[in-house]
């Protein structure tokens, strides 16, 4: 599977951003769907990862309660909603795929390229 994401940019403090992670193949609902971050100086990171259907979702602790996974299977393309952003956010962020779950980058089979976000203070 390809993946392609989307969505970054600059954003104020408090303010939201949606990335969005396109999959090409006919396979992408039988995958597990991630999104990491890593930001500069610092080792990439688990930020959230949600189910083939979408029934079960995970979260890092640091982004819990503002940051939402979603995916749509229909337009193979997930999503990452990130409300309430703060500077430390800041990092690139990037989809991937698996047919399992872990917190652990190096487990996951297919990446797709990073997209910036950038939260000022």
């Known amino acids: 599977v390809q993946l392609q994401a989307s969505g970054g940019g600059l954003v104020q403090a408090g303010g939201s951003l949606r990335l969005s992670c396109a999959a090409s193949g006919r396979t992408f609902s039988s995958y597990w769907m991630g999104w990491f971050r890593q930001a500069p100086r610092k080792e990439r990171e688990f930020v959230a990862a949600i189910s083939w259907r979408g029934g079960n979702t995970y979260y890092a602790d640091s982004v819990k309660g503002r940051f939402t996974i979603s995916r749509d299977n229909a337009k193979n393309t997930v999503y990452l909603q990130m409300n309430s952003l703060k500077p430390e956010d800041t990092a690139v962020y990037s989809c991937?795929?698996?047919?399992?779950?872990?917190?652990?980058?190096?487990?996951?089979?297919?990446w797709g390229q990073g997209t910036l976000v950038t939260v000022s203070s």
């Open positions: 991937a795929a698996d047919n399992g779950i872990s917190q652990s980058a190096g487990s996951w089979a297919y």
